[in-house]
């Protein structure tokens, strides 16, 4: 039996635990499935609710009553769609958030050159075409005022207006605009503010 490794309740890692009982799910209650890696913190950011409002939902007094495959119960107005997905497989960070002096307002993630790039979350498609400096960009709009950002594209396969669902491919791995090599410039923008995808995107994903 593998446990809860950390020992504060809103940042837990939940591991796999061979046989958990599943938390109460009423009809047509908004659930997520507990992954790998998660964390109630993390998905509370993820979900754009409180870690309180979670623990309350769930009556979970202690974090280790979650396992992977647990279904944790969502408050009304947390949006299914803002559990990310990595917007790409096979790459290598290159560039974290807030490298280069602070400049960077977003994650450099090194791919082969056309490797398929897909919508981390349901959305509809902002802006899609060329940008000074980033060259092909697609801007996806999704819930909770966020926007995401792919940019350097080689090809970019949607247009404004489109919508698009989790893991739909929408552009390929280029090296448009200012790039020295083939690689995807991603941001994850709320309110017009960037922020660290790093925080919002799963803690472990195929690279």
């Not at 039996?1 to 890692?13: E, K, Q, R």
């Not at 977003?106 to 980033?134: C, M």
Request: aromatic share 6%; with cysteine.
């Amino acid at each position: 039996m593998l446990s809860i490794t950390s020992c504060t309740a809103s940042n837990v890692a939940v591991e796999e635990r061979g046989s958990a009982a599943p938390l109460p799910v009423t009809k047509g209650a908004r659930v997520y499935e507990i992954r790998r890696g998660d964390t109630l913190s993390s998905l509370a950011r993820r979900f754009d609710v409180s870690v309180a409002e979670l623990q309350a939902m769930n009556r979970l007094r202690h974090p280790d009553q979650l396992a992977i495959g647990d279904r944790l119960l969502l408050p009304p107005g947390a949006s299914l769609s803002s559990a990310l997905i990595w917007p790409l497989q096979g790459f290598t960070l290159t560039s974290a958030f807030g490298s280069r002096n602070g400049r960077h307002k977003g994650i450099d993630l090194y791919a082969a050159k056309g490797t398929r790039i897909k919508a981390v979350a349901d959305g509809v498609v902002h802006f899609a075409g060329r940008q000074s400096g980033y060259g092909r960009v697609v801007i996806l709009q999704h819930d909770n005022n966020v926007r995401t950002l792919y940019a350097h594209n080689k090809k970019n396969k949607v247009k404004v207006g489109q919508r698009v669902v989790r893991g739909q491919t929408i552009a390929t791995v280029g090296k448009s605009g200012n790039a020295s090599g083939y690689h995807l410039h991603f941001e994850y923008i709320r309110g017009g503010r960037a922020l660290d995808p790093q925080l919002y995107l799963p803690r472990f994903a195929s690279r």
